[in-house]
């Protein structure tokens, strides 16, 4: 079936800014809501953002709105999370995800999940 794999995390200075990227592949997901997760060590995974499948309604944890935006390109069955005023707070390994519930901040309503792309913001 699908499968989704995530990438650009790397070490960033606190300020600083960063895109990753989530490509999907075995299937389309343009018709799906695709979100950011993130997992610090020791803490719960937590939603970061959330895009429709048409690109008309985006969600943000009010930890990062403002800060990050989140874009897709259906074309290329690809998410993209771009982070501004990078803090580090924000470490952690950023996940991917694809469900059928724009928004939702609950890991359980997403089908598809990638393994991670490690971003770390030093201070």
């Known amino acids: 079936q699908g499968r989704l794999v995530e990438s650009g995390g790397e070490l960033v200075q606190a300020g600083g800014s960063l895109r990753i990227s989530c490509a999907g592949s075995g299937r389309t997901f343009s018709s799906y809501a695709m979100a950011w997760f993130r997992q610090a060590p020791g803490k719960e995974r937590e939603f970061v953002a959330g895009i429709s499948w048409n690109r008309a309604i985006t969600h943000y944890a009010d930890s990062v709105k403002g800060r990050f935006t989140i874009s897709r390109d259906n074309a290329e069955n690809t998410v993209y999370l771009q982070m501004n005023s990078l803090k580090p707070e924000d470490t952690a390994v950023y996940h991917c995800?694809?469900?059928?519930?724009?928004?939702?901040?609950?890991?359980?309503?997403?089908?598809?999940w990638g393994q991670g792309t490690q971003v770390t913001v030093s201070s």
């Open positions: 995800a694809a469900g059928v519930v724009s928004g939702s901040p609950a890991p359980y309503e997403y089908e598809y």
